[in-house]
């Protein structure tokens, strides 16, 4: 294996700042460096630094971003000292690390975890790269990325999977073991990538003896790294992560179930509760492949974002935690109340309403995808006459959703595709201007991935949701109770989505077999089988 080029660290203040400042994204995010803490140049470690595995995201046509978190000790604190600490990192173009490109130093501080985040810049567009850290004689696991096409560039396909839902204690990532062997671009996660509540000593499915710190609910900073720690240590989790970009957003979980921005599920006080937010947010960035412009302040953090794809594809990533107006007609299912009819409730607040609306108007790629939390699809859950919604997803703020349709239809946005999690639950839903008469033009279609591993290998949503599918016309297929990933292959004639599922979630080398597949034709709304 090639050894490091290592760049000695500065160790005039003065003169680090400078590298810092000159090496600009290459070098990565330091924002603490300026603080005056001694720096551990050449430290020593009792156990793996690694031990979180490395990631990769946020692909663009000359860079992406790599992370990772010197955690010797991850499922107690992390275990490192209240000190800086540099980290090297190199990026090749093969997978040896002969044929280095790109080189530098970042600092890991403990403000933020000794977690780093590099922006690399520089390289070649719609390529394969290989990435390693280096800190003290300890070396990285070596990770593997992709960059996006340049704008407007041809290009034949795109294939990426999309997950949600990954409640560690409710099983093994037996979908990871298995979406690690498939042959993807990147990776969409669509949140939910920790759950906040208290786990038992026995670690649920998993039966491993866990340390008394994780049987709270997660609240504090330490308790949400803590979290993230816990998770990170999967080894299948690692895998997909070492192999693929992954762009990531969040639901509720990486907070406090079905939050609205700053009410909290049991109505704290909202001071209190803006100090868990965070909490939260922060641990969020220091575990997730994130960019400069999403680091915290305070408790806000900037997650939504675009990507393109040559010109075939733009995604339009979405927060609909952040900005959303509190449910209107109150939490749970209810019948739709008159609040739910006030035009000024949002999902995404008006901020970021107008940003998706420019997005899409700006769009020249030939399919526009929309990744977001939350079913957008109306589903009624009572059977015959009346109506009862589920204030949390998108039916409780129907206006909010005729907006985005209605823009889309008007517009003529091209070939618009949402991808969703949350449910635990699949979906495949032709998006209507008008849910109640299905002769209602189709505009949009929605694909819902089945969450990783919440809910188990329990029949719980199947019984509940299937009597009420037959209200829904709209819904294409659904099923309750699998757990996998959805894969998607993309090209400029067609979208074709195959549903993953695994057959247990009780192991970790499981089964995977596609239960069906669907597919979306170029210029035309709608689902067909495949």
């Not at 994130?290 to 305070?298: H, T």
């Not at 008006?350 to 589903?379: H, I, K, P, Y």
């Amino acid at each position: 294996m090639q050894r490091f080029e290592l760049e000695r660290l500065l160790s005039n203040p003065i003169r680090r700042r400078h590298f810092l400042t000159a090496a600009g994204a290459m070098t990565g995010l330091a924002i603490a460096t300026a603080l005056p803490r001694k720096v551990i140049a050449s430290p020593k470690f009792s156990a793996d630094p690694f031990s979180l595995g490395v990631a990769s995201g946020d692909p663009l046509p000359d860079g992406v971003v790599l992370w990772t978190r010197l955690a010797p000790d991850p499922l107690n604190g992390g275990g490192m000292p209240e000190q800086n600490v540099p980290v090297q990192w190199q990026v090749a173009a093969d997978e040896n690390l002969r044929q280095i490109v790109r080189t530098g130093t970042v600092m890991a501080t403990p403000e933020f975890a000794h977690s780093v985040h590099v922006e690399v810049q520089g390289l070649q567009p719609n390529r394969w790269y290989w990435y390693q850290f280096r800190v003290g004689d300890e070396i990285s696991q070596i990770g593997r990325t992709r960059t996006a096409p340049k704008d407007g560039d041809r290009i034949d396909q795109l294939n990426f999977a999309f997950v949600t839902c990954q409640k560690w204690e409710d099983g093994f990532y037996s979908a990871y073991h298995r979406l690690a062997e498939e042959s993807l671009d990147l990776v969409f996660h669509l949140g939910d990538y920790i759950y906040e509540y208290g786990i038992d000593s026995t670690g649920g499915v998993r039966n491993v003896s866990l340390p008394e710190s994780y049987r709270d609910e997660t609240k504090t900073l330490l308790q949400y790294r803590l979290r993230y720690a816990l998770y990170k240590t999967d080894p299948d989790l690692q895998k997909a992560h070492a192999l693929f970009p992954f762009v990531v957003t969040w639901d509720d979980h990486e907070v406090d179930n079905d939050y609205t921005d700053a009410i909290s599920e049991n109505n704290d006080p909202v001071e209190e509760f803006l100090k868990r937010r965070a909490a939260a947010y922060q641990a969020f960035y220091e575990h997730i492949p994130l960019r400069r412009f999403s680091v915290p302040r305070g408790a806000e953090l900037r997650l939504y974002r675009r990507l393109t794809f040559g010109d075939l594809a733009t995604f339009s990533v979405l927060d609909t935690r952040q900005y959303r107006s509190n449910h209107p007609c109150g939490d749970g299912e209810t019948p739709r109340c008159e609040a739910a009819l006030d035009p000024s409730k949002t999902m995404t607040g008006d901020r970021q309403e107008r940003w998706l609306f420019e997005g899409l108007d700006r769009s020249r790629t030939r399919w526009n995808v929309l990744a977001q939390q939350v079913l957008m699809a109306q589903l009624d859950h009572k059977v015959g006459a009346g109506e009862i919604f589920w204030n949390d997803s998108w039916d409780g703020y129907p206006l909010a959703r005729d907006r985005v349709l209605n823009y889309i239809a008007q517009r003529k946005i091209a070939n618009p595709v949402v991808i969703t999690g949350d449910w635990h639950s699949t979906f495949v839903n032709d998006l209507k201007l008008d849910f109640k008469d299905p002769n209602s033009p189709t505009v949009a279609t929605e694909f819902v991935t089945p969450s990783l591993t919440t809910n188990g290998d329990r029949i719980v949503y199947g019984p509940y949701y299937g009597p009420f599918i037959p209200e829904n016309p709209h819904i294409q297929f659904f099923d309750g109770d699998r757990r996998g990933y959805f894969r998607v292959n993309l090209n400029g004639e067609r979208w074709q989505t195959d549903l993953r599922f695994v057959t247990t979630v009780s192991r970790s080398d499981a089964p995977v077999y596609t239960a069906a597949s669907f597919v979306v034709e170029n210029g035309r709304p709608g689902i067909q089988p495949a």
